[in-house]
């Protein structure tokens, strides 16, 4: 049985063939004329009917809020140090609320949400937090006590910005 004789040539690449096609400049000017296409001529023994214009009106679309369009990917981490005792305590709090494990970073995301939701509280109280001295990594209490003083801050500030927008 005889072969078939290839089609293509032997190193053919569509995909580079495609994109030389389309970065080549468009011709113009007199040098290389284009060709028009071809037309072809019906004749017709009755005229066409002539449709009347309609026009549809839209109702007014309420404008889009800006989100990102494009997916975002969560490549970037986080850190921050905690006991052990304070990680599964926490894992152990957000495997009872939602009855998944897994799941402490989305809390902590939610919270970071009503962070940024009370910003403008937070703003109006900066100069009291900057007064905070923070202590040495080595005062286990002195953290404690300037993480409450935080905390409180925080609290005042979330709940004065309500339920997050969105």
């Known amino acids: 049985m005889a072969k078939r004789a290839p089609i293509l040539p032997d190193n053919y690449n ?17 040098e290389s004329p284009v060709e028009a296409p071809k037309l ?19 109702p007014e679309r309420e404008p889009i809020p800006e989100v990102p369009v494009d997916r975002e990917l ?17 894992h152990e709090i957000t495997r009872e609320l939602s009855r998944d494990h897994n799941n402490l ?5 939610a919270a970071l949400l009503l962070v940024e939701n009370s910003y403008e509280q937070l703003k109006k109280l900066a100069p009291d937090i900057q ?36």
């Open 105 to 109: 970073s989305h809390f902590i995301r």
């Open 131 to 166: 007064r905070f001295q923070k202590p040495a990594t080595t005062d286990s209490l002195g953290i404690t006590l300037y993480e409450q003083r935080l905390a409180q801050y925080l609290y005042d500030a979330i709940k004065l910005a309500g339920r997050p927008k969105g």
């Open 74 to 90: 969560k490549t970037v981490s986080v850190r921050f140090r905690c006991t052990p005792g304070e990680r599964k305590k926490w």
């Open 14 to 30: 569509p995909v580079g063939e495609r994109l030389q096609r389309i970065l080549q400049p468009v011709p113009s000017g007199p």
């Open 40 to 58: 072809i001529e019906l004749s017709r023994s009755e005229p066409l009917a002539v449709m009347p214009k309609v026009t549809v009106s839209l």
